[in-house]
């Protein structure tokens, strides 16, 4: 589901995202599509080749690998300029929407997003999606300003966190995938009151995902917890 558009950046890794308002878009996001620790892609445009026909891509017959930047939600600010102008109006809200069909209302819905790494996903001619590669870190490439932000789905999620290294010879288990979680160190490295709050959600979400490693996550987060808590106390 889209729910928003890059309208800033903070940074090379963090984003802010204004969340689709009332007619902006067909289905109207709700909170609970940007909520707190949820996973979200953005299409990467590299700027190579030819921009894909638009009537394929409605069609879902578009065959070309798409890479996304895969991020989390980590804070939400909700604007409202009005605020503090308590003087008298001539209308309120429901009359200037009923006689003023094109006043833009200047509230908004802010979401911060910072980016954990890509994915390249390709469709096949049976409309199914299948994860090429992945990586975990900070992009090459920045995302631009008007880009939209879709959330993921679990089978997304899922798909983020699967390893396959066959050439690597500390993996005994060869190109049997591995739940990884790379991103971790750039999370800690960032200074961000939230940021350990929405790893810990996200520990929350891999235990659900991924119960054969249920033992290790745990033990992670524990680790990370009690990591936390030190911090915290100093």
């Known amino acids: 589901m889209i729910i928003g558009k ?25 909170p609970a599509d940007y909520a707190f620790g949820r996973f979200v892609r953005v299409a990467v ?30 804070d939400t600010i909700l604007l409202n300029p009005a605020f503090g102008s308590l003087g008298p109006r001539l209308s309120n809200e429901t009359q200037v929407e009923l006689f003023s069909p094109d006043y833009i209302s200047e509230k908004a819905v802010l979401i911060y997003i910072m980016i954990l790494g890509m994915l390249e996903q390709q469709r096949d001619e049976l409309g199914e999606n299948h994860v090429l590669s992945t990586m975990h870190g900070v992009p090459l490439l920045s995302l631009e300003l008007g880009s939209e932000i ?21 993996n005994p288990n060869g190109s049997q995938a ?6 971790l160190p750039h999370i800690i490295s960032q200074r961000n ?11 929350d979400q891999l235990e659900r995902l991924f ?19 030190v911090e915290t106390t100093g």
């Open 178 to 183: 591995y739940l990884h979680m790379g991103y």
């Open 45 to 74: 445009r590299s700027g190579q080749g030819d921009e894909p026909d638009p009537l394929d891509v409605a069609l879902g017959r578009n065959l070309e690998p798409t890479t996304y930047a895969v991020g989390v939600i980590y």
């Open 150 to 170: 879709e959330t993921m789905n679990d089978e997304e999620v899922r798909a983020f966190h699967f390893f396959s290294d066959p050439n690597d010879p500390g």
């Open 211 to 229: 119960p054969q490693n249920l033992a290790l996550l745990s033990i992670v987060k524990r680790n990370f917890a009690w990591r936390l808590k």
């Open 193 to 203: 009151s939230l940021l350990p709050m929405v790893t810990l959600r996200i520990i």
């Open 6 to 30: 890059i309208v800033k950046s903070d940074s090379h890794i963090n984003y802010v995202c204004q969340v689709y308002g009332p007619r902006e878009v067909e289905v109207e996001p709700g």
